[in-house]
């Protein structure tokens, strides 16, 4: 995941392949009065259908999932938990007629092991 701006996921259940733009990341307690960090996407399908989907990242459990994972909280670092709950949601359909999905402390901790995972493996390869 290390291109959060623009990615493919899918299929979805149904066979459509979406390309993923990130729109944009701010804390949602200037937009909804929610204590969250909010990751906007747009989704295209293989049809040209648009929609878009926001994915809210409750900044209590952020904060937790990377004291746990022994980093920062950081831009990059948010808008790709993101980027992984959304291509998780276009695989399994979950939660796909919702506009905006609240991502759940567990997933969030699942996220962020991938995340390290893949960044080990960059500093190895690299």
Same mark, same amino acid.
């Given at each position: 995941?290390?291109?959060?701006r623009?990615?493919?996921?899918?299929?979805?259940?149904?066979?459509?392949?979406?390309?993923?733009?990130?729109?944009?990341?701010?804390t949602?307690?200037?937009?909804?009065?929610?204590?969250?960090?909010?990751?906007?996407?747009?989704?295209?399908?293989?049809?040209? +259908?648009?929609?878009? &989907?926001?994915? $809210?990242?409750?900044?209590? /459990?952020?904060?937790?999932? @990377?004291?746990? %994972?022994g980093?920062?909280?950081?831009?990059?670092?948010?808008?790709?938990l993101?980027?992984?709950h959304?291509?998780?949601?276009?695989?399994?359909?979950?939660?796909?007629?919702?506009?905006?999905?609240?991502?759940? +402390?567990?997933?969030? &901790?699942?996220? $962020?092991?991938?995340?390290? /995972?893949?960044?080990?493996? @960059?500093?190895? %390869?690299?």
């Amino acid at each position: 995941m290390q291109n959060f701006r623009q990615f493919e996921a899918g299929p979805d259940p149904f066979g459509r392949k979406f390309q993923i733009l990130f729109k944009w990341m701010l804390t949602a307690i200037s937009l909804r009065h929610a204590d969250t960090v909010d990751v906007k996407f747009i989704l295209v399908d293989d049809q040209g +259908a648009r929609t878009e &989907k926001t994915i $809210a990242l409750p900044h209590a /459990d952020l904060l937790r999932v @990377a004291a746990e %994972a022994g980093r920062k909280v950081d831009d990059p670092w948010c808008s790709r938990l993101g980027a992984l709950h959304l291509r998780r949601l276009v695989e399994t359909g979950e939660d796909m007629e919702k506009d905006l999905v609240t991502v759940s +402390a567990a997933d969030m &901790k699942g996220y $962020a092991e991938k995340l390290r /995972d893949w960044e080990t493996s @960059a500093v190895r %390869a690299g």
